[in-house]
């Protein structure tokens, strides 16, 4: 089955090793994402990038870095996602927050229930 509709993707840019009360930035933020009832998010490591410092940042085994780029990404309607944003204020004190329209195509393997063909996420039909 497969569920499509308009959506907006968050993505934040941090540094792997930004903390949030001595733990991972990233992880409050999936963590908070979760308990809001956003549709999904995915934290990527980076293997190379630099930002606000101007320095690069890499995992080339000649230059060991513990500051390689994350990104957040989190999808779902952008009433959801604009809810969200309050938090990423308390959360962040540097980094990159991007806000676009996407089209999402959501692939369900099991649907818990049957959604309308013409179900979009701004309604149910996104499973959470």
């Not at 540097?94 to 369900?108: D, F």
């Amino acid at each position: 089955m497969k569920l499509h509709g308009p959506a907006m993707r968050l993505t934040i840019l941090v540094c792997e090793n930004d903390l949030w009360h001595h733990k991972p930035l990233y992880f409050e933020i999936v963590h908070r994402a979760h308990r809001s009832g956003l549709a999904g998010a995915s934290v990527i490591r980076g293997i190379e990038g630099y930002g606000a410092s101007s320095r690069i940042h890499t995992a080339r085994i000649l230059s060991l870095s513990d500051e390689l780029p994350v990104a957040i990404t989190i999808i779902d309607s952008e009433d959801r996602i604009r809810a969200f944003l309050p938090q990423l204020d308390e959360l962040m004190s540097e980094g990159l927050v991007t806000l676009e329209q996407v089209e999402a195509v959501h692939y369900v393997r099991h649907p818990v229930q049957q959604a309308p063909a013409d179900a979009t996420m701004a309604g149910d039909a996104f499973p959470r």
